[in-house]
């Protein structure tokens, strides 16, 4: 089956009250319990804070060079994400919506090229 992200980008939140985030927290939850009974999701781990940027590196030379944070002039930050792994757009759509509904807030969808690596059952083996 296809892989897909499920992203939302921080500037498209509005401001909320900590009450608010937290009744959208137990929300989102909930639709990640449902992806997991589903057997549709393979990762997701709350929300990006922007503050949370450890660096970023750039090719310099020949040699990668980091830097602390990220651009300056990125007007947009991941502000959070899911991937999972569903038989069509449909079915990403479907788990996108469900995200924006709890959420009130925009997702974009996008399908993995083809399949990746990944550490899945703790074993190193995918």
């Known amino acids: 089956m ?3 992200l499920i992203t ?3 500037e498209w939140v509005p401001d909320h009250t900590a009450e608010e985030l ?5 929300a989102v939850r909930a639709v990640c319990e449902e992806m997991l009974a589903a057997d549709v999701l393979i990762f997701t781990n709350g929300g990006l804070d ?5 660096c970023s590196v750039e090719l310099v030379g ?3 060079v980091f830097t602390d944070g990220p651009y300056a002039e990125t007007k947009e930050h991941l502000g959070g994400f899911a991937v999972v792994d569903v038989p069509d757009d449909d079915a ?4 996108a919506g469900r995200f924006a509904t709890v959420l009130d807030w925009p997702q974009e969808v996008h399908r993995f090229r083809g399949s990746g690596s990944a550490r899945r059952d703790g074993s190193g083996q995918t």
């Open 50 to 54: 922007r503050s949370t940027a450890v």
């Open 8 to 10: 939302f980008n921080d």
């Open 62 to 64: 020949g040699k990668p």
């Open 22 to 26: 937290r009744a959208k927290g137990t």
């Open 2 to 4: 296809p892989e897909y």
């Open 92 to 95: 990403a759509r479907y788990w």
